[in-house]
């Protein structure tokens, strides 16, 4: 073979298909399940559908691997899939923004500022009026007995024109002290109703401030779970939305190919 001397085994091999070499005990090979096949096929004359078969075959066998891939792929990624869909619901129920954790804790930030100016001038009006507290800060109200004691600015002036009048009857040359005392009532009386109308012009909702204050710590609870900042938390969203469709397309993929596995 090839100008290459051979055994007469491998001429066999090699010419198996062309001639019949035969021999002593050759008539043994007869036994031989492969050339009997052979045989039958060659006599039936059906070597397409034998090619046919074969590559059918073929293709079984790629197919029955690629399942059992599957499904080694599948039981590894099934316990990632579930922690990804818990993720999933709750980055849905949160609905995430960027910047939107900022945004909150600056308006939070601006009620404690409002609060604050609430309960300095409710303060105000403590000292400036008769004990005549605003009813938008409950903080700022105190007990009667303090509010009996504390009579505030106006009341004393009042009570000081009150004397001042009285006097300036009987001595002409105190007047002008009754009038300036009555003055005076009369701008610290205008002052509380600068501060009051300050007070009612406060923008408090405490409702609104507890749905942010809500948020935020959402927004802190699945930083720390998540080990990410929350202006990712978007962009991860999409990211394990895009994973788990692709783990349930191979679930999808390995029921098709068991079925046709089936057929």
């Known amino acids: 073979i090839n100008d290459k001397l051979s055994t007469i085994s491998k001429v066999e091999i090699f010419f198996n298909n062309f001639v019949e070499i035969t021999g002593q005990h050759s008539q043994i ?19 397409d559908l034998l090619f046919n078969s074969r590559e059918l075959y073929k293709t079984f066998k790629e197919n029955q691997k690629k399942l059992e891939s599957l499904k080694l792929e599948l039981s590894k990624d099934q316990s990632e899939l579930d922690y990804l869909k818990t993720v ?28 604050n ?34 009579q505030g600015a106006l009341s004393a002036i009042k009570k000081s024109y009150s004397i001042l009048e009285a006097i300036s009857a009987k001595d002409e040359s105190l007047m002008p002290l009754s009038t300036k005392c009555s003055n005076l009532y009369d701008q610290i009386s205008d ?73």
Do not use: H
Request: net charge negative; glycine share 2%; no cysteine.
């Open 29 to 47: 090979s007869l036994l031989d399940q492969k050339n009997q096949l052979n045989f039958i096929d060659r006599f039936s004359e059906t070597e």
């Open 88 to 115: 999933q619901k709750e980055l849905a129920a949160l609905k995430p923004k960027k910047e939107e954790k900022e945004e909150l804790q600056a308006k939070i930030k601006r009620f404690t500022n409002i609060e």
């Open 117 to 150: 100016t609430e309960q300095q001038l409710n303060l105000a009006l403590q000292l400036l009026g008769e004990a005549n507290f605003s009813q938008k800060s409950k903080s700022m109200q105190t007990n009667s007995a303090n509010q009996s004691i504390q």
């Open 191 to 263: 002052l509380i109703s600068d501060v009051e109308e300050n007070l009612q012009s406060l923008d408090i909702n405490s409702s609104e401030i507890e749905i942010a204050r809500d948020r935020i710590s959402e927004y802190s609870r699945l930083e720390r779970k998540l080990n990410l900042n929350n202006n990712q938390f978007v962009e991860y969203l999409e990211e394990i939305t895009s994973k788990i469709n692709l783990i349930d397309g191979g679930e999808i993929e390995l029921k098709k190919l068991q079925a046709a596995l089936d057929k």
